[in-house]
C-alpha cells in the first residue's frame, strides 16, 4: 500500500507534466519577420510566362532599333514576372534602359547584319545584362515554388519587401558563395503554426535567379 506522501508526490508530478504539456500546446513562438516590413506569398504567379505584349507593326518589322526595343522589354518582364516594362534604346543602339519599378537596368546591344524579307527586316543581335534583377514578384513566385511542400502543411510563407518593387545587384559572384552566386540583404520565411519559423536567404544565381538558403545550416 502507498503512502499517503509518496501518493500525493506523484499526484503532484501528473499535475506537473499534465501543466507542462498544456502550456507547450499554447505556447507560439515568436516570428522571425517583422509583418510591417515582409509581404504573404500566396502562390506562384501566373504571370511569369512571356509577357502579352502587341504585335510589332509592319514598320517596326522593318526597324531593327523598334526590334531589338521589343526583345529588351520581353527579356526584363519575363525575367521580372511583370505583364510589361518600359524603356527603350539609344540613337546608336548601343544600349537599352527597361525601367522595373525604382530601377532601370541596362542591356547592352551586340548585334551583325539584317536580311530584308519580303514583309520584315530580320536582324542578328545579342542582349547582355549589366546587373541581376530581383523584382518583388519573381520572388514570391520562386519562392511559392520553393516552399511548396511547407505551405502543403499549412505554413505561411513571406519574404520582405523590396522598396520600390525591384533591386540590382553586380554581375560578380559573392565572397564566400559557390561559383555564379551573389548575395542579397534579403529573407523569405515559412511558419507553421505555433512553430519556429525557417528563414532563408535570399542569393542570386546567374541571370538572376533567386535561390534560398537555409539559415540553420
Known amino acids: 500500500m502507498a503512502r499517503p506522501g509518496c501518493l500525493a508526490g506523484l499526484v503532484l508530478a501528473v499535475g506537473v507534466l499534465v501543466w507542462a504539456g498544456i502550456s507547450f500546446s499554447r505556447h507560439d513562438p515568436t516570428p522571425a519577420f517583422d509583418p510591417a516590413t515582409t509581404q504573404e506569398v500566396v502562390g506562384a504567379a501566373a504571370g511569369c510566362e512571356p509577357p502579352g505584349l502587341p504585335d510589332p507593326t509592319p514598320e517596326q518589322e522593318q526597324d531593327r532599333r523598334a526590334q531589338i526595343e521589343q526583345a529588351a522589354r520581353v527579356d526584363v518582364a519575363t525575367s521580372g514576372c511583370l505583364p510589361a516594362v518600359d524603356g527603350g534604346c539609344d540613337e546608336p543602339i ?27 527586316r530580320s536582324c542578328e543581335y545579342r542582349l547582355e545584362r549589366t546587373n541581376r534583377l530581383l523584382t518583388q514578384q519573381r520572388l514570391h513566385h520562386e ?24 533591386d540590382l545587384f553586380p554581375l560578380d559572384d559573392s565572397p564566400g558563395l559557390d561559383p555564379g552566386y551573389r548575395s542579397t ?33
Open 185 to 217: 540583404p534579403y529573407r523569405c520565411y515559412t511558419r507553421e503554426p505555433k512553430s519556429v519559423t525557417d528563414v532563408y536567404e535570399v542569393r542570386l544565381y546567374q541571370g538572376g535567379l533567386p535561390v534560398f538558403a537555409d539559415e540553420r545550416r
Open 94 to 120: 548601343i544600349s537599352c534602359r527597361i525601367r522595373v519599378g525604382d530601377e532601370a537596368i541596362t542591356l547592352r546591344v551586340e548585334y551583325g547584319s539584317c536580311r530584308d524579307l519580303i514583309t520584315s
Open 143 to 166: 519562392f511559392a515554388i520553393f516552399a511548396e511542400e511547407q505551405r502543403a502543411e499549412g505554413a505561411v510563407l513571406r519574404c520582405d519587401t523590396i522598396p520600390g518593387g525591384a
